[in-house]
C-alpha cells in the first residue's frame, strides 16, 4: 500500500518558468512532509520541509504547501533553472512511536530546459 | 570535513556471499538509517537505529543485519538470505524528529 504518491513520474519546463511537482498521501497520521532533490548515483539533498500546523513554507526559489484536508503538498520552483533537472522525492513522517521513519514517494524526474 | 561517508562506492558481490557495506558519520547524530533504491521507485527503509545498541526493523528488513555500536557507525550486512541484494543503498541520519541527511550511497550489484 502506497502511503506517498507522486503520480507524475516526469515534468519537463522551461527554464524561468515555474516547475510544480505535487504528491498525495493517505495516512492522516502524518504530520511532518519533506522534499528532497536527487541527482543520480548520489544521494538525496534535503530541499525544504513542512509540519502540519503550516499551510506554507519558502526558502529561496522553493516553496511547500500543504493541504491537509485534501492530504496533498506540492513543491513550486520559481523560477526553474537547468541545475535543477534531477529526482524530486516527497517524504512523511507521523512521529510518535514512528519516530524517524520516513515514508518516501517514488520520485519525479523535472528536467529544466534552457 | 563533516559528513556522512559510505565505502566503497560500488560493490559487487557473489550470489550466496554475505557483503557488509559501511556507513559512518560524524555529525553526532543520534540516529542512523538504512534504505535501499531500486530504480523507478522511491526509498525504502531496512533499519533505523535511534541511539546506540538499539535498531528496529524498517518496512523491508528480511535478509538484512545491523549492529550499533558506537554513535559513529551502523553498518549494514546483506546476507545471502536477501532474494534481491542488487540496489542502490543509502545511509542517513537524524538530529531532531524528522529531517534525515543522507551519504552518497553504495551501488551493490550481485553476479
Known amino acids: 500500500d502506497q502511503q506517498v504518491k507522486q503520480n507524475s513520474p516526469s515534468l519537463s519546463v522551461q527554464e524561468g518558468r515555474i516547475s510544480i511537482l505535487n504528491c498525495d498521501y493517505t495516512?492522516?497520521?502524518?504530520?511532518?512532509f519533506l522534499w528532497y532533490k536527487k541527482y543520480p548515483a548520489e544521494g538525496p539533498t534535503f530541499l525544504i520541509s513542512?509540519?502540519?500546523?503550516?499551510d506554507k513554507n519558502e526558502d529561496g526559489r522553493f516553496t511547500v504547501f500543504l493541504n491537509k484536508s485534501a492530504k496533498h503538498l506540492s513543491l513550486h520552483i520559481v523560477p526553474s533553472q537547468p541545475g535543477d533537472s534531477a529526482v524530486y522525492f516527497c517524504a512523511a513522517s507521523e512521529g510518535g512511536t514512528s519516530y524517524g521513519k520516513l515514508t518516501f514517494g517514488q520520485g519525479t524526474i523535472l528536467t529544466v530546459h534552457p | 570535513d563533516g559528513g556522512i561517508t559510505q565505502s566503497p562506492k560500488y560493490l559487487f558481490r557473489k550470489e550466496g556471499q554475505n557483503v557488509t557495506l559501511s556507513c559512518e558519520q560524524n555529525?553526532?547524530?543520534?540516529?542512523m538509517y538504512w534504505y535501499r533504491q531500486d530504480p523507478g521507485q522511491g526509498l525504502r527503509l531496512i533499519y533505523y537505529?535511534?541511539?546506540?545498541?538499539?535498531?528496529q526493523k524498517g518496512d523491508i528488513a528480511e535478509g538484512y543485519s545491523v549492529s550499533r555500536e558506537k554513535k559513529e557507525s551502523f553498518p549494514l550486512t546483506v546476507t545471502s538470505a536477501q532474494k534481491n541484494p542488487t540496489a542502490f543503498y543509502l545511509c542517513a541520519t537524524s538530529r531532531d524528529v524528522d529531517t534525515q541527511y543522507f551519504g552518497p550511497g553504495t551501488r551493490l550489484t550481485v553476479l
Open positions: 495516512n492522516s497520521m502524518f504530520d511532518y
Open positions: 537505529s535511534q541511539i546506540v545498541n538499539d535498531f
Open positions: 555529525l553526532n547524530h543520534d540516529a
Open positions: 513542512i509540519s502540519s500546523i503550516k
